[in-house]
């Protein structure tokens, strides 16, 4: 599995961006997709999932109403949009997909971050103050 992101940057606090990733080495349309994020000396956490279908997301509590995922199975493509951003969003951005063999991996809905074992090389966020 290749997971391509892109389109991070340094914002001001309020501003938005959006993240993209393009995944291949698997089988885009079924799959669950989900963002992770890790801040500096900080472990990686959960931020966004998606299901295969587009029709269930999923959020970080730190994230609800703020940031949007979303997906164009036909662009083998996932997107963050992210809005209202903080301080506290400074972060690194993994794209993520699911572990092969799993729950989540055959039925490309979302059962918790433990479904994700495959991310991609990260864009970094910076959000000034």
């Known amino acids: 599995v290749q997971l391509q992101a892109s389109g991070g940057g340094l914002v001001q606090a309020g501003g938005s961006l959006r993240l993209s990733c393009t995944a291949s080495g698997l089988t885009f349309s079924s799959s669950l997709m989900g963002w992770f994020r890790q801040a500096l000396g900080k472990e990686r956490e959960f931020v966004a999932a998606?299901?295969?279908?587009?029709?269930?997301?999923y959020y970080a509590d730190s994230v609800k109403g703020r940031f949007t995922i979303s997906r164009d199975n036909a662009k083998n493509t996932v997107y963050l949009q992210m809005n209202s951003l903080k301080p506290e969003d400074t972060a690194v951005y993994y794209c993520?997909?699911?572990?092969?063999?799993?729950?989540?991996?055959?039925?490309?809905?979302?059962?918790?971050?433990?479904?994700?074992?495959?991310w991609g090389q990260g864009t970094l966020v910076t959000v000034s103050s």
């Open positions: 998606i299901s295969w279908s587009g029709r269930s997301t």
């Open positions: 993520a997909a699911p572990r092969r063999g799993s729950q989540a991996y055959y039925t490309g809905t979302y059962y918790g971050p433990a479904d994700f074992d495959s």
